[in-house]
T-cell receptor, first 111, second 116 residues
Framework: DVKVTQSSRYLVKRTGEKVFLECVQDMDHENMFWYRQDPGLGLRLIYFSYDVKMKEKGDIPEGYSVSREKKERFSLILESASTNQTSMYLC??????????FGQGTRLTVV | DAKTTQPNSMESNEEEPVHLPCNHSTISGTDYIHWYRQLPSQGPEYVIHGLTSNVNNRMASLAIAEDRKSSTLILHRATLRDAAVYYCILIPTLNAGGTSYGKLTFGQGTILTVHP
């Protein structure tokens, strides 16, 4: 069974903390994605990676960075968490133009 | 990036067919047409995709216009579990002017309500 796994379902962090959200896929996919979802704003792409060490900014990259040192793992980093980064974060992976698979999401609260 | 236009919302009755339209007049010849849906409190799930020909799978059918400028997702018999937000997305398959291969960007989607 194909799988995209996000390290935490729920996370609470303090303002100013450095936060790592991890995503691992077991399908040998080249493409991986990080989104955030907020009520009324839909799914917004933060960053996209199309190969190891390769990344491209999405629609809302400000305040975030990413790391892809291995093909199966794509990390989203909040350098200094702020309350406006409280959100649901979703990771996905895909290969070529085919079906994308999503993780279960991480609900991050920054207090 | 090529854009898609969908109605904000649609309603259907249970056990009736549902036709969800999507316009993508700026589609390029190598863009795949994908449909995903998101049920309440869940992550998006893949429904179906196609390039030029109509496609069928166990969940739905995808009808693609001959000029590829529009497509329709068809749910043959709607159930209450089909109530979700449906997204029509174009996925580029060639690098062109900064557009990355396989990039998956969501629009606002269509909220489908199914009445018992």
């Amino acid at each position: 069974d194909v799988k995209v796994t996000q390290s935490s379902r729920y996370l609470v962090k303090r303002t100013g903390e450095k936060v790592f959200l991890e995503c691992v896929q077991d399908m040998d996919h080249e493409n991986m994605f990080w989104y955030r979802q907020d009520p009324g704003l839909g799914l917004r792409l933060i960053y996209f990676s199309y190969d190891v060490k390769m990344k491209e900014k999405g629609d809302i990259p400000e305040g975030y960075s990413v790391s892809r040192e291995k093909k199966e793992r794509f990390s989203l980093i909040l350098e200094s968490a702020s309350t406006n980064q409280t959100s649901m974060y979703l990771c996905a992976s895909s290969q070529d133009g085919r079906q994308a698979f999503f993780g279960q999401g991480t609900r991050l609260t920054v207090v | 990036d090529a854009k898609t236009t969908q109605p904000n919302s649609m309603e259907s009755n249970e056990e009736e067919p549902v036709h969800l339209p999507c316009n993508h007049s700026t589609i390029s010849g190598t863009d795949y047409i994908h449909w995903y849906r998101q049920l309440p409190s869940q992550g998006p799930e893949y429904v179906i995709h196609g390039l030029t020909s109509n496609v069928n799978n166990r969940m739905a059918s995808l009808a693609i216009a001959e000029d590829r400028k529009s497509s329709t997702l068809i749910l043959h018999r709607a159930t209450l579990r089909d109530a979700a937000v449906y997204y029509c997305i174009l996925i580029p398959t060639l690098n062109a002017g900064g557009t990355s291969y396989g990039k998956l960007t969501f629009g606002q989607g269509t909220i489908l309500t199914v009445h018992p």
